[in-house]
């Protein structure tokens, strides 16, 4: 590679690759708690293994209301870092991204806050964090139950909708990825098989 080469690529600063391990972490956890929420709810109602799987799925919540605010931090380093040099320019692209970006940040968090809405009206203390039962959030009314279900599912689906928009406003980094992921298994099978 040339030294022109190289000034003209962008180089991608150790707060940025962090936020991006942080995506694809997140993005994982999400994988894990729409699949294993839709089998959750399949499941024979009040048995050990859907017991099991509610408590599996109020934990990964849990966890990803945790990733999002160390998410957070690093997004407003990489944020410092980019915008005190220089502001950024206000076109249709950017504010487009911006306002996607913001919605899904924004569900990120109201995910997993209706879903502790949900377990706290229908029981007290009954959020737990592999095996640990975190503090409750809100109060104990079985009167708002149905809501609380109602806002979970929506604001789930809602989010899921958003997340494939990303997908294709970002569809060459998917085709990539997807493209390594196929790479890297076939590289292990035929390592493995010959």
């Known amino acids: 590679m040339s030294t022109l080469e190289t000034v003209a690529k962008p180089r ?5 690759k962090q936020l991006m391990s942080m995506h694809w972490l997140m ?14 709810i399949n499941l024979p109602e009040d048995t050990p293994v859907q017991d099991a799987f509610y408590n599996f ?21 990489v944020w410092w870092r980019k915008y005190t040099r220089r502001l950024p320019t206000l076109t249709n692209e950017w504010m487009k ?22 377990s706290n009206s229908y029981q007290s203390g ?9 503090p409750d959030i809100f109060p104990e009314n079985q009167a708002v139950v149905e809501l609380a279900r109602n806002l979970h599912f929506w ?24 493209r390594r992921i196929v790479s890297a298994i076939r590289g292990k099978s035929v390592s493995r098989g010959g």
């Open 155 to 178: 604001l789930t689906y809602t989010f899921l909708a958003f997340i494939a928009l990303h997908g294709i406003d970002q569809w060459k980094v998917v085709r990539a990825t997807w």
């Open 126 to 134: 009954n959020v737990p964090f592999f095996g640990i039962t975190l």
């Open 57 to 77: 799925h109020k934990s990964m919540g849990a966890l990803t209301m945790g990733l999002l605010t160390w998410r957070i931090f690093i997004l407003l380093q």
């Open 12 to 16: 991608k600063t150790s707060a940025f």
């Open 27 to 40: 993005a994982g956890c999400y994988l894990v708690l729409f699949t294993g929420g839709t089998l959750m």
């Open 97 to 118: 991204k911006f306002a996607l970006h913001t919605v899904l940040y924004l569900l990120m968090l109201a995910v997993p806050l209706s879903g502790f809405f949900l």
